[in-house]
């Protein structure tokens, strides 16, 4: 534990915004200042909310005690299927037909969100790829496994969404707020991945280069460039020191130094 790893803590400060216990477990009060500076932006959270799209977990196999006959004929991702395509876009013609219609017996009949325009995320991340999110092209939409969320609504909603949970904004984002990863567990929350802030409406819609989605990213969030090298530098040093891939350091003792020249 450094001298920076200590922040004190009010208890008007976490009533007003409890993820600032999460975002001090690895981040300080620059990365509070910055997490809060979104607040203005929509999330999936709140477009749900108005109805403005669906959404839900993937199925889950489990004990297979309940028979969903209507999930026969999907096209389906699950266990070690790719998910992989150009340009954040999943073609479900490549993909399997599912022939299996067992779920769990608690498992949701409601399948209005696996229905195109559709965007899958994908829960877990690693810190290589980071979050992957990708738009469904194809004829059909997609059957997707408990490891993915399916959002299904205006293609320009989830354009924006794609955009930012393919970004370093998105892992960032995650990593500090989430009650799992950072912990314990590489797998957010459903509920924390729809609070991440999706880029703002355009008119049209502006097209991203692949391999500049940061760059994409922060123009179109209005991210001042000392900001994004917070974001940079979390994710390059703070998050390689969690994976375990950050070199030695010069640590500093926390105790007060009680001799005086």
């Known amino acids: 534990v450094e001298p920076s790893d200590c922040s004190p803590v009010f208890a008007h400060e976490v009533a007003a915004d409890p993820t600032t216990l999460c975002v001090l477990r690895w981040g300080g009060r620059r990365d509070i200042e910055l997490m809060q500076s979104f607040a203005s932006f929509e999330t999936l959270s709140v477009l749900h909310r108005y109805k403005r799209i669906r959404k839900r977990d993937g199925f889950i196999r489990g004990n297979r005690r309940k028979r969903q006959p209507e999930i026969v004929g999907f096209r389906i991702l699950e266990g070690n ?14 993909l399997p037909v599912n022939t299996d ?51 299904s609504g205006d293609p320009r909603i989830l354009e924006r969404a794609c955009a930012i949970y393919n970004s370093s904004l998105a892992l960032y984002c995650v990593f500090l707020t989430s009650s799992r990863v950072g912990t314990y567990r590489p797998e957010a ?38 900001d994004w090298v917070l974001i940079e530098d979390f994710i390059r040093f703070t998050m390689a020191e969690y994976a375990g891939d950050a070199g030695p350091r010069d640590r500093k003792s926390t105790r007060l130094n009680s001799s005086y020249a």
């Open 101 to 151: 219609p067992y779920t769990h017996d608690r498992d949701s009949t409601d399948l209005s969100a696996f229905k195109l325009p559709q965007l899958l995320i994908k829960k877990s991340w690693s810190f290589s790829g980071g979050i992957k999110a990708m738009r469904v092209v194809g004829p059909e939409a997609v059957l997707c496994s408990h490891s993915y969320m399916t959002v």
């Open 189 to 226: 929350l459903s509920q924390e991945l729809l609070s991440v802030p999706i880029l703002p409406q355009s008119d049209p819609s502006p097209s991203f280069d692949e391999d500049e989605i940061d760059d994409f990213v922060r123009r179109q969030m209005g991210i001042r460039d000392v």
């Open 81 to 94: 299927t790719p998910f992989t395509g150009e340009h954040f876009t999943l073609d479900s013609s490549g």
